[in-house]
């Protein structure tokens, strides 16, 4: 079963709605989400936001944490999950912000680097990442790895719950 029928079940299962907020994967996040059929029913929306004005306007995310940390970074990615969960009133927000290359990489920040955070009621968490693939590849990965990361939690809160 994929990434994306897994998370689907278990958001079904236990009645949680997702939004997605997404810079470096373009929409491949929501995408990959709503291969699933039924995915309406706890898939509410996603933003792609790839300018710093589309993540101020549409996600919330603070002017002043852009420029001190930059786009890729796990203090915007967290501000993208909050700022999409709380605009689209879901349980969960899901970001990702990235490098996906081939330029606009740096020494401190290199192509593949990668943030993924996820926030909910029950807390918050970012991941860091630092793919080696091109372009497409980084992408794909960013998705994959977002998608294993929301499985984690729900697998987790199930267990504890």
Known sequence: ???EKQVGALLSRRGLTLATAESCTGGLLAHRLTNVSGS???FVGGVVAYAYEAKEALLGVHHETLVQYGAVSEQVALEMA???RQRLG???GLSV???AGPSGG???KPVGLTYIALAGSEGEQCERHVWQGDRLEN???SAEAALHLLL???LQERRQG
Do not use: C, F, N
């Open 40 to 42: 309406s029913s706890y």
């Open 152 to 154: 984690i939690s729900l």
């Open 139 to 141: 992408k794909a990965l």
């Open 1 to 3: 079963m994929t990434l």
């Open 82 to 84: 909050r700022g999409v």
């Open 106 to 108: 740096t020494p401190e």
């Open 90 to 92: 879901t349980d969960l």
């Open 97 to 99: 912000t990235g490098v």
